[in-house]
């Protein structure tokens, strides 16, 4: 029998209606998973119980008078550590970091508060987000609950940790160069990162984003028709649109006639692990099966891009580092200040053609991606790592070797998703990335929706020790 902590957000608002259980019997159970795993993964950050149950309990109210405030109402949630929450510090995971109370919630934050979702926690993330782990000098080492010797990804490490171990339902993290994608992946669960825009975010940035974090295509759909309500503090935000998200539900045949690509080499970066190449490569078949048409892709990211969007990135952390007093900097994580002090001797010169490589990787994705209508790729080219490392390389001068296949689709504002799709000999998952055109979000979830039918039963989601 599902227990209440595994139950979907869509499961969850018939129960509340029908009054099988109601938000508090379901706050309390997903306390309870918390209180058993936490002490093992250090997902969270700010779990205020008394607060959760608090919140709970209005919105039993409210379904008891009949009024709830949408779909979402008291169904549990947690949201990335960088997701400001009104009176609450934002660490940013880094020890460095000032812990002023925020002045209001941003976007994300006051969007699931408006539909009445339970704040159960905040989730924790490596320092200023630029690690795909959990290693944090902030927040205790966040772990995998697939494999508590491997780490989340990153950098919504937390919240993809929280989502594989039933912490509820609904998660939000951010994603600049994979941050939403990678953990997911490594996690087993599934997530979008939207178009660059459709879901408000503050404060925007080139290529960040905001997504939902779930077990389910269903549930990310549900979150996406409130996550992405307009918010004029995002300069980048696109314009309001009517959007059916409740019409993701697509069927295999939903694949017949589709135009695939099948990217298996991003270009650069580190090389795919053969069963991450073959499990990528079975999901397309299954595609092809289906009715699609899959076609062979060539790499299109050079080394000359990656390395160009590290070099701007390492330059804008050295000057942030640098505008620190040197008692705060030292706090910051070892890695960090390796990766970002190394840009230190950069030139105007090299750092305007470093700049230029966003745009260059823009055009690239885009006339690669044209004469299809959604790509499949790995997510990463490998398997969760083990959690103490900083990267796979571990090695601040080659940090991002492992985003080849995600970074492009943030420069392009593209939506893409991360699904599961298998499983290696260790019982590690592997996601699927599903890109579409740019603004075609309802379009990847209902491919996505499609291949989670296609691809059958996944694995029980792990338990905790003992």
Same mark, same amino acid.
């Given at each position: 029998?599902?227990?209440?902590?595994?139950?979907?957000?869509?499961?969850?608002?018939?129960?509340? $209606?029908?009054?099988?259980?109601?938000?508090?019997?379901?706050?309390? $159970?997903?306390?309870?998973?918390?209180?058993?795993?936490?002490?093992?993964?250090?997902?969270?950050?700010?779990?205020?119980?008394?607060?959760?149950?608090?919140?709970?309990?209005?919105?039993?109210?409210?379904?008891?008078?009949?009024?709830?405030?949408?779909?979402?109402?008291?169904?549990?949630?947690?949201?990335?550590?960088?997701?400001?929450?009104?009176?609450?510090?934002?660490?940013?995971?880094?020890?460095?970091?000032?812990?002023?109370?925020?002045?209001?919630?941003?976007?994300?934050?006051?969007?699931?508060?408006?539909?009445?979702?339970?704040?159960?926690?905040?989730?924790?993330?490596?320092?200023?987000?630029?690690?795909?782990?959990?290693?944090?000098?902030?927040?205790?080492? +966040?772990?995998?609950?697939?494999?508590?010797?491997?780490?989340?990804?990153?950098?919504?490490?937390?919240?993809?940790?929280?989502?594989?171990?039933?912490?509820?339902?609904?998660?939000?993290?951010?994603?600049?160069?994979?941050?939403?994608?990678?953990?997911?992946?490594?996690?087993?669960?599934?997530?979008?990162?939207?178009?660059? %825009?459709?879901?408000?975010?503050?404060?925007?940035?080139?290529? *960040?984003?905001?997504?939902?974090?779930?077990?389910?295509?269903?549930?990310?759909?549900?979150?996406?028709?409130?996550?992405?309500?307009?918010?004029?503090?995002?300069?980048? &935000?696109?314009?309001?649109?009517?959007?059916?998200?409740?019409?993701?539900?697509? %069927?295999?045949?939903?694949?017949?006639?589709? *135009?695939?690509?099948?990217?298996?080499?991003?270009?650069?970066?580190?090389?795919?692990?053969?069963?991450?190449?073959?499990?990528?490569?079975?999901?397309?078949?299954?595609?092809?099966?289906?009715?699609?048409?899959?076609?062979?892709?060539?790499?299109?990211?050079? &080394?000359?891009?990656?390395?160009?969007?590290?070099?701007?990135?390492?330059? *804008?952390?050295?000057?942030?580092?640098?505008?620190?007093?040197?008692?705060?900097?030292?706090?910051?994580?070892?890695?960090?200040?390796?990766?970002?002090?190394?840009?230190?001797?950069?030139?105007?010169?090299?750092?305007?053609?470093?700049? &230029?490589?966003?745009?260059?990787?823009?055009? +690239?994705?885009?006339?690669?991606?044209?004469?299809?209508?959604?790509?499949?790729?790995?997510?990463?080219?490998?398997?969760?790592?083990?959690?103490?490392?900083?990267?796979?390389?571990?090695?601040?001068?080659?940090?991002?070797?492992?985003? +080849?296949?995600?970074?492009?689709?943030?420069?392009?504002?593209?939506? +893409?998703?991360?699904?599961?799709?298998?499983?290696?000999?260790? %019982?590690?998952?592997?996601?699927?990335?599903?890109?579409?055109?740019?603004?075609?979000?309802?379009?990847?979830?209902?491919?996505?929706?499609?291949?989670?039918?296609?691809?059958?039963?996944?694995?029980?989601?792990?338990?905790?020790?003992?």
């Amino acid at each position: 029998m599902t227990q209440l902590h595994d139950l979907s957000a869509g499961a969850l608002a018939k129960g509340y $209606a029908s009054g099988a259980f109601s938000p508090v019997d379901v706050a309390k $159970a997903v306390l309870a998973r918390i209180e058993r795993w936490e002490p093992h993964l250090h997902a969270t950050y700010l779990l205020r119980p008394e607060l959760a149950l608090a919140q709970a309990r209005e919105s039993e109210a409210r379904w008891q008078r009949g009024a709830p405030l949408s779909p979402l109402d008291g169904v549990p949630m947690t949201l990335k550590d960088n997701i400001a929450t009104l009176g609450d510090p934002t660490p940013l995971g880094t020890a460095a970091a000032p812990l002023f109370p925020a002045l209001a919630d941003a976007p994300p934050a006051a969007r699931l508060r408006e539909a009445g979702a339970v704040l159960v926690s905040k989730t924790t993330m490596p320092d200023y987000g630029m690690l795909s782990s959990g290693l944090s000098s902030f927040h205790a080492l +966040a772990r995998n609950p697939w494999d508590l010797s491997k780490g989340p990804g990153g950098s919504s490490a937390g919240a993809g940790a929280a989502a594989a171990a039933g912490y509820g339902p609904l998660h939000v993290g951010t994603d600049i160069g994979g941050s939403l994608r990678l953990p997911a992946s490594w996690c087993g669960i599934f997530t979008l990162k939207p178009s660059l %825009g459709r879901i408000p975010i503050d404060p925007p940035y080139t290529g *960040r984003a905001a997504g939902p974090m779930t077990r389910s295509v269903e549930d990310a759909a549900l979150m996406m028709a409130v996550l992405s309500q307009p918010d004029a503090r995002d300069s980048m &935000q696109l314009p309001p649109q009517e959007i059916a998200w409740q019409d993701f539900e697509r %069927g295999p045949e939903h694949l017949r006639g589709l *135009r695939i690509g099948l990217l298996l080499d991003a270009g650069c970066g580190l090389p795919v692990d053969p069963q991450v190449h073959d499990a990528v490569a079975y999901a397309a078949a299954l595609f092809e099966a289906a009715g699609a048409t899959v076609t062979r892709m060539l790499p299109f990211l050079h &080394q000359e891009m990656l390395a160009g969007m590290d070099h701007f990135w390492r330059m *804008r952390s050295h000057l942030d580092m640098a505008a620190l007093p040197p008692e705060r900097k030292a706090r910051v994580l070892p890695f960090i200040q390796a990766w970002a002090d190394s840009a230190a001797g950069l030139s105007g010169t090299e750092v305007f053609h470093a700049a &230029q490589q966003f745009h260059a990787t823009r055009v +690239a994705t885009v006339a690669a991606c044209s004469a299809f209508d959604y790509v499949l790729s790995p997510v990463a080219p490998i398997t969760a790592f083990a959690a103490e490392l900083a990267s796979p390389t571990d090695d601040p001068l080659r940090a991002l070797e492992h985003i +080849a296949f995600t970074v492009p689709f943030n420069m392009s504002e593209q939506p +893409a998703a991360s699904i599961n799709c298998g499983y290696n000999t260790e %019982g590690l998952p592997i996601g699927l990335q599903i890109a579409g055109a740019r603004f075609d979000d309802l379009g990847v979830l209902r491919v996505a929706r499609a291949f989670e039918q296609l691809r059958g039963v996944q694995r029980p989601w792990p338990e905790p020790p003992g």
